[in-house]
């Protein structure tokens, strides 16, 4: 008997399988079972470089001391632990771009410090030189609408001047010069193969073009007889097709005089001196469950009140 029982029950649970009682007032019950779900994959991203504000070169007006300065980078000089670059600038030499970001919310004030002098201690720590500190010496506001930026720097005593112009590609492409007029005079021009009148106070875009012999000289004439110009001045360019640059004509007792500085081709790859290298924001992923409860809720049903 015990065996026919046995037999006949193997035999419903194959017909119907295993039954999951129903749980009164559980819309949707649940089982023992766990329910993998895969959690979200998060693309790791490279590091990236903050995209600064403006890029600027340096360049020293003759023979001005500009020794020990520095910038911030990020425009945030009066912060105590502040990051800080010096700033390598020497006369009539075009520096390598430096990059400055300052804050989105504020003017582009580019602010120049003087460092304070320190010395290294016998333990191997820096120490600033007694009443010896860092100090605000020049400002200089950046240009609107303009990314690329030459500062041209002087001194005057204790004090810095600076005058930011705009120095990217599309303005002074590779291969031309900036003429400006410093004089209250008006001169002609003879650039290589290219010639132009330059007015007081005035400015020109020229490209240098060697002669026939392979030389480029700028020559500078004085046209206020125009039936006799006479040549003034004169200085030699090198034929270099990736430079560019600028060039001031002033006077000097009563002599035009030719100042020149000139900026040769960059590594495209180099990235300019001060960059800050900083991760790209990576969001995280909302919390998701993966495993479902095993013990469903326990719903209170109402009981019926006795009248």
Not at 112 to 124: K, L, V
């Amino acid at each position: 008997m015990t065996d026919s029982l046995t037999k006949i029950g193997a035999f419903l649970i194959l017909l119907f399988g295993i039954h999951h009682p129903f749980i009164f007032g559980q819309l949707n019950p649940s089982t023992s079972d766990t329910t993998g779900v895969d959690a979200p994959i998060v693309e790791v991203k490279d590091e990236e470089f903050l995209e600064p504000q403006i890029t600027f070169s340096v360049v020293g007006w003759g023979n001005a001391d500009l020794k020990d300065l520095l910038y911030f980078p990020l425009g945030n000089g009066e912060d105590e632990n502040a990051s800080w670059e010096p700033l390598v600038i020497a006369p009539d030499q075009i520096s390598s771009p430096y990059a400055f970001y300052g804050r989105k919310d504020a003017p582009k004030i580019f602010e120049i410090y003087h460092q304070a002098q320190t010395y290294e201690d016998s333990e191997g720590e820096i120490v600033d030189v007694k009443e010896s500190t860092r100090k605000l010496v020049g400002t200089a506001t950046f240009p609107e609408n303009t990314k690329e930026v030459l500062l041209l720097i002087t001194s005057s005593g204790d004090a810095i001047q600076s005058y930011p112009m705009p120095f990217d590609k599309k303005t002074n492409p590779p291969g031309s010069y900036a003429f400006i007029s410093r004089s209250k005079k008006n001169y002609g021009i003879r650039f290589g193969t290219a010639s132009f009148n330059l007015g007081s106070g005035k400015s020109h875009l020229a490209f240098g073009k060697a002669d026939k012999n392979g030389d480029m000289f700028l020559q500078v004439y004085d046209v206020s007889d125009r039936n006799n110009p006479r040549q003034r001045a004169t200085k030699l360019f090198f034929d270099i097709p990736t430079a560019r640059g600028m060039v001031w004509i002033s006077d000097s007792n009563g002599i035009p005089s030719i100042h020149k500085i000139m900026d040769f081709a960059e590594d495209e790859d180099a990235l300019p001196i001060g960059i800050q290298k900083v991760p790209k924001k990576i969001d995280k992923p909302p919390a998701v469950s993966i495993e479902r409860p095993s013990i469903s809720p326990e719903i209170t049903t109402p009981q019926p009140s006795s009248n």
